[in-house]
């Protein structure tokens, strides 16, 4: 089984495809192979306020939606913070100047959410000429990436997200994927990418057991992903008690791994045959789980659980074998991905939402106070470069060429020598 790229892009031309990891395009969450790694080997490791900013746009409202980049733009969500209208925003990724400042969707009564969170925390997920854009129940649009127009957009996926949307859309060949785990629904929908249509739609409840009628213990906010098995795809789907394989066609259940926590949020990592899944709130674990498997694999395909300061939000990096994490309250972790076992732990200050980025042998961290540390991806803690902007990081970091384009609360960074 291997990892597959999340999508192949047809040209506009219609005459031939093209896939963005190729040239490295940051186009969906987590970037183009959906785990926060960047091939550049000229990555800046220090900046601040006033070194090594190429350009610095303050971005309107509050979202924690993180910054997506192809054919030289960057596209990301915000909305006001009360949650009554939510925009698209596309930026020039030379310039920093705002191309686009679209408002998509007006809601006239937005539910509550968490103080960590925003009504805009869903990552956009970009093909050439088309921007997709995603805000949990209150709305999906797919965006002329040109003009800005709507193309197609669905206002009618009941969800109640309880404390706000999360989960980031992905796309598989012709089909848009998207978790709604919410507090009184829990569904997993597949579309078609070019008119929004449902393709198929598969509730939660015949597959997971949830073992209580509170539906805060129900809802989750990953991002999934798609790898092979068996000559065929299946989309791994982290959710509130279970991850569940479906099948990408059909949406058939394949088998499904079972857990106790609920709200999973990290992504999963797939590598050479093993998943590495994250199982949420209610104490993290980090389970080892081989490929292969069918129905309740649960006691059968399981090699290792990890309990110990394993984050809730930010999504681990796997590299040369070993596993890097930095839980929510600021434990570095590195663990051995054959083992589970833990080869150092250190304390990096700060409060963590944003994943992590790998780059040149170095992991990146960012702080919700805006501090950034970068450190050594090897077997000994060693602290390469500490930096600080004025406000903090609630959005994962993107890269554009050998810079990085870092959101922050109140404004959008290109960082770059």
């Known amino acids: 089984m291997r990892s597959t790229v999340s999508c192949l892009f047809v040209l506009l031309t219609g005459m031939f495809f093209l896939s963005p990891a190729s040239a490295e395009h940051w186009y969906q969450f987590l970037g183009p192979t959906g785990e926060s790694r960047s091939a550049s080997k000229k990555l800046p490791v220090e900046w601040s306020e006033e070194k090594n900013i190429k350009w610095k746009t303050p971005i309107h409202g509050r979202g924690w939606s993180s910054p997506v980049e192809l054919e030289g733009r960057i596209w990301m969500g915000t909305a006001t913070p009360d949650g009554h209208e939510m925009y698209a925003i596309c930026v020039d990724a030379e310039t920093g100047k705002i191309i686009h400042d679209i408002k998509l969707f007006d809601v006239a009564e937005p539910r509550e959410i968490h103080k960590l969170n925003s009504y805009a925390s869903p990552t956009p997920i970009l093909e050439p000429g088309r921007a997709y854009m995603h805000f949990g129940s209150y709305g999906t649009a797919c965006l002329d990436a040109e003009t800005g127009k709507k193309i197609w957009e669905r206002t009618d996926l009941p969800c109640h997200h309880w404390r706000g949307p999360g989960s980031s859309p992905i796309i598989e060949g012709d089909k848009l994927i998207i978790h709604y785990d919410g ?49 065929r795809k299946l989309v791994i789907s982290p959710a509130a008690k279970a991850t569940v394989a479906y099948d990408l066609e059909t949406g058939e259940e ?64 796997l590299v040369n074998g070993l596993i890097f994490m930095i839980h929510d309250q600021g434990v570095a972790t590195c663990l051995d991905a054959e083992t589970g076992e833990i080869v150092w732990q250190e304390r990096v200050s700060g409060n963590y939402s944003s994943s992590p980025l790998y780059a040149n042998g170095n992991i990146y961290v960012f702080a919700q106070d805006g501090k950034a540390t970068v450190f050594k991806a090897a077997r000994e803690f060693q602290i390469v470069a500490e930096n600080q902007l004025d406000s903090g990081f609630m959005a994962s970091p993107a890269v554009v060429g050998d810079d990085l384009v870092l959101r922050t609360e109140t404004h959008l960074y290109r960082i770059g020598k």
């Open 254 to 317: 394949v088998w499904k791994l079972t857990y106790k926590e609920h709200s999973a949020t990290a992504k999963p990592i797939y590598r050479d045959g093993t998943f590495f899944i994250n199982t949420g709130f209610g104490k993290a674990k980090l389970i080892s789980v081989k490929e292969g498997g069918h129905g309740d694999i649960t006691d059968t395909h399981v090699n290792w659980i990890q309990a110990k300061s394993v984050p809730s939000k930010p999504t681990p990096i």
């Open 183 to 231: 507090y009184d629904y829990q569904y997993i929908i597949a579309m078609n990418k070019n008119t929004g249509e449902t393709i198929w739609k598969k509730d939660r409840a015949p597959y997971i057991d949830f073992h209580t009628d509170n539906g805060d213990m129900m809802k989750a906010y990953c991002t999934p992903i798609v790898v092979e098995q068996e000559g």
